[in-house]
């Protein structure tokens, strides 16, 4: 104040009033700053530059695991509040720096992009960039752009599952202040690869990398070792399916503040779980697909810091008692191991676990008591292990349960009504057990069920109607029983209702499918319905399989534009009159099988305007008339299936259509692992099925491999040659053009279908030779070309060493083994009896042989199928069961008799 006493009063104010105004000002300006943060003009002009570099696309494969992992709503997209006036610090996905309102995050997950990310985006305009997320997008397999080591700032950069591709740019590993970096492809694949020069730099470049996530990276080159060289700061490091090969070191759980690691894949990856020592810090460890050691080590309990445990690794014998000591987990996967012994008593000290998952062992006997103390559980998965007696009473006291799977196993009796008390339930999977007896009406009180599997069981009397309270229903599941009785009408008026399954069972008469709005796949295949079909169905419908019924009448559906029909299967009933030409309007149908009816009519020529459609079956029906092509253009391109059998078309084989069936011309094109006929839809995906003609009875083929082909085109009035285009379909598994009038001689070109496993062409009026290039049809298990007038010897080697008699029966002209004819004069027959009799009795080594490998062949098929599935080559004709239709084969013959 002294400073003040030598200024007079009006001064003294004036200067008060200054400084008052001035600090007012200041406040004003910070305050208003502070609120609006107002971006650059040149940032946010750099960010709509960036947006106009994209289009939006809904219509991609992970919008379901946006929805799931990060709660996205669908059909919005964080670009869509960018416009030019507003703030770019208020644009959704965009954060500011509250000081100097640069934008130093961008988080554009999950926002639907589509388009090659330029090198030169306007995207690395912005210097202050911290945290960098564009992860699920869709780039279009671009290079990551090596122009990202411009953000020199960034501390964490996320690009996964967002379609880059080809190799990670040696650039990445000049971020020096990178936290976290997550180049993850789990979701979609788009070959991304990690180099070992790439990858020793980053390794040695980045020492404050704290979180690490390579999942689906290509690391083939990258040697586990060189992963103990991270930093020991190193908090979390996911490595699953990258290709990893060799042992990676189990020093990683030593790591001081390792809190997350995961590992995995298939390949030739293994890891030695510590037997001692083992101190890490660890909160959740998943090992999957890969070799873990034969056992879980009792130092599995020194982690008591775990909260998730995930081992997928092929362990055997029993789980360790040390188990129960890890007193925090809350989520505790063992499945797909070799566990074999009873689950240890110490589970019930895991009162924490939320999720139990020991489904795919070889655990056996009762469910153990033990797990009734696990009162917090809302997941338990036992699914496909021997779990054998009734379901243990507890489970009703599992209250918390959402998801109950005990599939796949030996349980029996009775389903309890105990589970009656698990209120919260929305899946129940009790599929392929024994329980027998009626469907108990308490399952009714379980309100909140969206699923309901309970098929392949011996489930009996009629589906109770208190079920009409399960109003949440999107699937259920009851094919596969015992169950008679009318079809309830209630299960028609279930408002969410999208998939029914109830083939299989002896359930009668109501057909009011048409009411189901929502309904996506219907199968009430295999019962004993009658009547007419509805002629209005379901927009929504995919799949539709009223197969092995007693539906009569026209098909009197009325197709509507935009029919969304992927799979049609009415095999097996009396439907009579025309197919309906509204079919051209479900262009998505796949699989059309009208088999075993009374359909009349010329061939549905009409159809060639199906561009998706794989299986045309019009077998045993009244068609008649010629069956060649109308049009200029390729038609049937993706035609793997064709039966036209029993039937009255004339007139030569169908070259034109033959020429453009490019689907069995590459019998590699569907090469790796076996994928099946199937369709996808919200609610699940549905396999196709199939009847197929195998030594003259028919099997329904329970799931199709996409590299399965055949063309069924006997019984009926065909003429003229063989044409030599059909040695083109090269991916052909059988060939039956029996019981026609073709002449001439058996084309040459029969020998290029190396995988052909089935040939008939008997009872037609064939000439000439059997040509010897059939004898690299090496894939032939059955061969018929009986009842021609074929001639000279028959051909030895390979295959045909293993044929009978039956093969070629009614060919007076044909000679040599195994027919009793010898080949006189031909210049082959031995010149003495001991001659004859050696060589005869080695043809029939061969023959032993040949029947030997078929054996053992056979035996190693079933194993395939009934273990691990099919071979990807095949579809096993055991993976299926003697179709019902008894009645369709009785008039079969009729038909047969008068064509006689």
């Not at 492809?185 to 404050?208: A, G, P, Q």
Request: charged letters at 15%.
């Amino acid at each position: 104040m002294r400073i003040f006493t030598k200024l007079s009063a009006p001064l003294y104010f004036l200067f008060v009033f200054l400084c008052l105004k001035t600090a007012f000002s200041s406040s004003i300006h910070a305050s208003s700053f502070s609120t609006t943060h107002l971006c650059s003009h040149e940032e946010a002009l750099a960010l709509l530059q960036f947006k106009t570099s994209f289009s939006i696309n809904y219509t991609v494969p992970y919008q379901d695991y946006c929805a799931d992992l990060f709660y996205i709503k669908p059909n919005y997209s964080k670009i869509e509040s960018w416009k030019e006036g507003i703030d770019c610090c208020s644009w959704d996905g965009v954060s500011c720096d509250n000081v100097t309102g640069h934008v130093i995050a961008l988080n554009l997950s999950c926002s639907f992009l589509y388009g090659t990310f330029p090198s030169n985006s306007t995207l690395f305009l912005l210097k202050n960039l911290q945290s960098l997320n564009l992860a699920f997008n869709d780039f279009r397999l671009s290079k990551i752009p090596p122009e990202i080591s411009q953000f020199t700032r960034l501390k964490h950069l996320d690009i996964s599952d967002s379609r880059f591709s080809s190799h990670v740019p040696g650039e990445i590993a000049h971020l020096p202040k990178l936290v976290s970096l997550n180049l993850s492809n789990y979701y979609i694949s788009s070959d991304l690869i990690l180099e070992i020069t790439t990858f020793k730099n980053l390794v040695h470049n980045l020492s404050e990398v704290r979180e690490l996530v390579l999942n689906g990276v290509n690391m083939t080159s990258v040697n586990p070792r060189f992963f103990m060289n991270l930093s020991s700061s190193l908090t979390t490091l996911r490595l699953f399916n990258c290709q990893l090969r060799e042992n990676f070191p189990n020093s990683i759980f030593h790591f001081p503040n390792l809190k997350g690691f995961s590992l995995g894949g298939k390949g030739n990856l293994t890891i030695d779980l510590p037997s001692s020592n083992w101190s890490s810090p660890l909160q959740w460890l998943y090992l999957g697909d890969m070799d873990c050691g034969r056992r879980l080590p009792e130092s599995i309990g020194d982690l008591k810091s775990l909260l998730s445990l995930s081992l997928s690794c092929n362990l055997e014998g029993s789980i360790p008692a040390s188990i129960g000591n890890l007193s925090q987990l809350t989520d505790l996967s063992l499945f797909s191991n070799n566990f074999n012994r009873q689950i240890p008593s110490s589970l019930a000290n895991l009162t924490q676990l939320t999720s139990l998952y020991l489904s795919n062992n070889q655990f056996s006997g009762l469910i153990p008591t033990s797990l009734a103390n696990l009162t917090q559980l809302t997941s338990l998965d036992l699914f496909n292990n021997q779990f054998s007696g009734p379901i243990p009473a507890f489970i009703g006291n599992l209250r918390q349960l959402t998801s109950l799977n005990l599939y796949s196993n030996n349980l029996g009796r009775q389903i309890p009504s105990s589970l009656a008390n698990l209120t919260q339930l929305t899946s129940l999977d009790l599929f392929n057990n024994q329980f027998s007896g009626p469907i108990p009406t308490s399952i009714s009180n379980l309100r909140q069920l969206t699923g309901l599997y309970l098929d392949s069981n011996n489930l009996s009397g009629q589906i109770p109607s208190s079920l009409a309270n399960l109003t949440q229903l999107s699937y259920l599941s009851l094919s596969y029983n015992l169950l008679n009785g009318t079809l309830p009408p209630w299960i028609f008026t279930l408002p969410l209702l999208e998939s029914l399954y109830l083939n299989h069972n002896q359930l009668q008469v109501p057909n009011m499918f048409s009411a189901l709005q929502n309904l996506e796949i219907l199968d009430l295949s295999h019962n004993n319905l009658i009547g007419k079909i509805p002629n209005c169905l379901p927009k929504s419908l995919s799949v539709l399989n009223l197969q092995a019924n007693y539906f009569d009448g026209n098909i009197a559906f009325g197709f509507l534009e935009g029919c969304g029909l992927r799979n049609l299967n009415l095999h097996g009933n009396q439907m009579d009159g025309l197919l309906p030409r509204s079919l051209v309007n479900c262009r998505m149908l796949e699989v059309l099988d009208v088999g075993n009816n009374n359909i009349s009519g010329t061939f549905p020529h009409w159809l060639e305007s199906l561009p998706h459609l794989q299986v045309l079956v019009l077998r045993s029906n009244k068609f008649h008339g010629s069956v060649q092509s109308t049009k200029e253009s390729p038609s049937f391109p993706k035609l793997r299936v064709l039966d036209l059998s029993s039937n009255y078309f004339v007139g030569a084989l169908p070259v034109r259509y033959i020429e453009n069936f490019n689907a069995m011309m590459d019998p590699h094109k569907d090469g790796g692992s076996p994928k099946y006929m199937m369709v996808s839809t919200r609610a699940n995906s549905y396999q196709y099925s199939l009847v197929v003609t195998w030594k003259g009875f028919d099997y329904e083929l329970q799931k199709i491999l996409t590299v399965f082909s055949s063309i069924h085109l006997s019984n009926n009035m065909f003429e003229g040659e063989i044409p030599d285009v059909i040695g083109k379909l090269n991916s052909l598994k059988g060939l039956n053009l029996s019981h026609n009038n073709l002449t001439g001689h058996i084309p040459l070109s029969l020998g290029n279908l190396t995988n052909l496993e089935w040939l008939d062409l008997s009872s037609n009026g064939l000439t000439g030779k059997i040509p010897d290039e059939l004898v690299s049809l090496t894939q032939l298990s059955v061969l018929n070309l009986s009842n021609n007038h074929l001639v000279g010897r028959i051909p030895q080697g390979s295959q045909f060493n293993t044929f009978g008699n039956g093969s070629y029966e009614g060919n007076l002209g044909l000679c040599g083994i195994p027919l009793s004819k010898s080949c006189d004069g031909i210049g082959t027959q031995p010149s003495s009896f001991q001659e004859k009799d050696e060589l005869w009795r080695f043809g029939w080594r061969v023959v032993v042989l040949g029947y030997g490998c078929g054996v053992v062949f056979g035996l190693l098929m079933g194993y395939l199928v009934f273990r691990t599935g099919k071979p990807k080559w095949f579809v096993s004709l055991f993976d299926g069961r003697p179709s019902q239709s008894g009645r369709k084969m009785r008039r079969a013959r009729k038909l047969v008799q008068k064509r006689n």
